[in-house]
């Protein structure tokens, strides 16, 4: 089974602050990855795919990067409307499952 | 407009079934492999099942192998899952969500339902 590890777990930053948080593989997942942004009480939403492709209509401020076992989801400089909970989750393969790693929260510092 | 709305979520002893439904609109439904999601209170995201375009090929995660059968109905837009010998940790939103890309088997999720609460308790 492959296993998607997300760090950190909680972030606290500042409007305007650069943020980067990490994902990894317990096996390579080529560039089979996604990023999901998910706000209180609502369904995820897909910001990144392909690892570093932006999704239609999401901010250019969102950037992904990575391949095979590690990756990144970088927002250059965070926005209020940005304060939320990322998930990266991995579609190589159903091994068994499309794995989610268990997901970043980042705070209002 | 691409749409997906889930119903059938409810409150459920444990051991009891209960069938979810998703009614997609808005796209070619038969032409995208589609998969359910759930949150339970306060955790993260888990994927549960995914089938493909056709319903030839279906995929569970191993929490829910065996009890739970993810169908779809392409003639009339709508994706299932049955949910059998309900366990208090099967309690969740669950959210049906579109592939992407159509016509391969696995893809980023683009577009998610607004999620269906299932609670499992006596």
């Known amino acids: 089974d492959i296993q998607m590890t997300q760090s950190p777990s909680t972030l606290s930053a500042s409007v305007g602050d650069r943020v980067t948080i990490t994902c990894r593989a317990s096996?390579?997942?080529?560039?089979?990855l996604a990023w999901y942004q998910q706000k209180p009480g609502k369904a995820p939403k897909l910001l990144i795919y392909k690892a570093s492709s932006l999704e239609s209509g999401v901010p250019s401020r969102f950037s992904g990067s990575g391949s095979g076992t590690e990756f990144t989801l970088t927002v250059s400089s965070l926005q209020p409307d940005d304060f939320a909970t990322y998930y990266c989750?991995?579609?190589?393969?159903?091994?068994?499952?499309?794995?989610f790693g268990g997901g970043t929260k980042v705070e209002i510092k | 407009e691409v749409q997906l709305l889930e119903s059938g979520g409810g409150l459920v002893q444990p051991g009891g079934s209960l069938r979810l439904s998703c009614a997609a609109s808005?796209?070619?439904?038969?032409?995208?492999?589609m998969s359910w999601v759930r949150q339970a209170p306060g955790k993260g995201l888990e994927w549960v099942s995914g089938i493909s375009p056709g319903g030839g090929s279906t995929y569970y995660a191993d929490s829910v192998k065996g009890r739970f059968t993810i169908s779809r109905d392409n003639s009339k837009n709508t994706l299932c899952l049955q949910m059998n010998s309900l366990r208090a940790e099967d309690t969740a939103v669950y959210y049906c969500?579109?592939?992407?890309?159509?016509?391969?088997?696995?893809?980023?999720?683009?577009?998610w339902g607004q999620g269906t609460m299932v609670t499992v308790s006596s």
């Open positions: 808005g796209f070619t439904f038969s032409s995208y492999a």
């Open positions: 969500a579109k592939d992407r890309v159509a016509g391969t088997l696995f893809a980023a999720s683009d577009m």
């Open positions: 989750q991995q579609y190589n393969s159903y091994s068994p499952g499309l794995t």
């Open positions: 096996q390579s997942v080529s560039s089979w």
